[in-house]
């Protein structure tokens, strides 16, 4: 079993920043691309940023400038830096991850994992 478990939402002010947290744990290969995608209320999920295993990343309009992902492989971790935080980047949180695990009759294969959501409210 894969587990992907988020940490480090909560409640700031505008203008204040967050350090999300996405540790990987379980049965696994290797790491693949990992990102954060948020989902207001009323709207659909959104990516917000991406990043690959090579560490290319890869970012929405909305948060260039303002958010920054990095990844640390030795720990199976992803973070979400976000800074010059808005009320309109209120929303659950949710880190993805495509990661290859070694499967019952011993081949490689990729999953899409996601995790529980945390959220994340900018509000004077």
């Known amino acids: 079993q894969v587990q992907l478990v988020e940490s480090g939402g909560g409640l700031v002010q505008p203008g204040g920043s967050l350090r999300l947290s996405c540790a990987a744990s379980g049965s696994i290969f290797s790491l693949n691309d990992m990102g954060w995608y948020r989902q207001a209320p009323g709207k659909q999920r959104e990516l917000v940023a991406l990043i690959t295993s090579g560490g290319t990343t890869n970012y929405a309009d909305s948060v260039k400038g303002r958010f920054t992902i990095s990844r640390d492989n030795a720990k199976k971790t992803v973070y979400l830096q976000m800074d010059s935080l808005k009320p309109e980047d209120t929303a659950v949180y949710y880190c993805?991850?495509?990661?290859?695990?070694?499967?019952?009759?011993?081949?490689?294969?990729?999953?899409?994992?996601w995790g529980q959501g945390t959220q994340v409210t900018v509000s004077s």
């Open positions: 993805n991850a495509d990661i290859s695990r070694r499967t019952y009759y011993g081949d490689v294969r990729r999953f899409d994992y």
